[in-house]
Nanobody, 126 residues
């Protein structure tokens, strides 16, 4: 089972920047990885993800401010967050899709978010 460990959270003032990192314990076979967040009293929401082909998707609320990237050699996912707003305050979670094998041996990526980290807190003050 892949272990995911987030880091880089903290407290910043509005307009500031943070860079989150998510280190995977083993090679993820380039399967999709993403960032999610959950604020107190609110459901978890998708922030950004990068699929197995490198295509990136962003929530409308972070488009143009956040950038997702990955270093496959280091098994690490990043989220650069600029122009932070108080409404970005939340626990941020990293997730990854599992690499599975078909009966005949071919590898494929799961359609589910199978692995989750413990989260890193981001707090933005006004």
């Amino acid at each position: 089972k892949v272990q995911l460990v987030e880091s880089g959270g903290g407290s910043v003032q509005a307009g500031g920047s943070l860079r989150l990192s998510c280190a995977a314990s083993e090679y993820t076979y380039n399967c999709g990885m993403g960032w999610f967040r959950q604020a107190p009293g609110k459901p978890r929401e998708a922030v950004a993800n990068i699929d197995k082909n490198g295509m990136k998707n962003y929530a409308g609320s972070v488009q143009g401010r956040f950038t997702i990237s990955r270093d496959n050699a280091e098994n690490t996912l990043y989220l650069q967050m600029n122009s932070l707003k108080p409404e970005d305050t939340a626990m941020y979670y990293c997730s990854a899709r599992a690499a599975r094998r078909r009966t005949w041996g071919a590898r494929y990526c799961s359609d589910e978010w199978d692995y989750w980290g413990q989260g890193t807190q981001v707090t933005v003050s006004s």
